[in-house]
């Protein structure tokens, strides 16, 4: 089993910054490939970055260049530094895990029906 709980979100004016995490407990296989989605109210659930914990990463067109997703093994955290925020980035982020996905397409790892696990959210506002 999986366990993952975020914290870090805030609100922040536009052009500001903030830093996710997600603590991630449970089997290390079932939570190798690791993600953060995102939801605004009446929207869907959208992926935003994924990596597999070793150096593959991708992003979302929405936010290439100005987020950053990472991972400490150690730590067992996942983070996503998030740069020049924009009032459309106001959203709950979630961070998601699950088994490898391998090599696929950027659209299958940001892809929420391919993660098993979840965590509760954190809210983040971004004010203009």
């Known amino acids: 089993h999986v366990q993952l709980v975020e914290s870090g979100g805030g609100s922040v004016q536009a052009g500001g910054s903030l830093r996710l995490s997600c603590a991630a407990s449970g089997s290390t296989y079932l939570r190798s490939s690791m993600a953060w989605f995102r939801q605004a109210p009446g929207k869907e659930r959208e992926g935003v970055a994924a990596t597999d914990g070793v150096g593959y990463t991708m992003y979302a067109d929405s936010v290439e260049g100005r987020f950053t997703i990472s991972t400490d093994n150690a730590k067992n955290t996942l983070y996503l530094e998030m740069n020049s925020l924009k009032p459309e980035d106001t959203a709950m982020y979630y961070c998601?895990?699950?088994?490898?996905?391998?090599?696929?397409?950027?659209?299958?790892?940001?892809?929420?029906?391919?993660?098993?696990?979840w965590g509760q959210g954190t809210q983040v506002t971004v004010s203009s």
């Open positions: 998601a895990a699950t088994p490898p996905l391998g090599w696929a397409m950027k659209s299958y790892w940001l892809f929420p029906r391919k993660y098993n696990y």
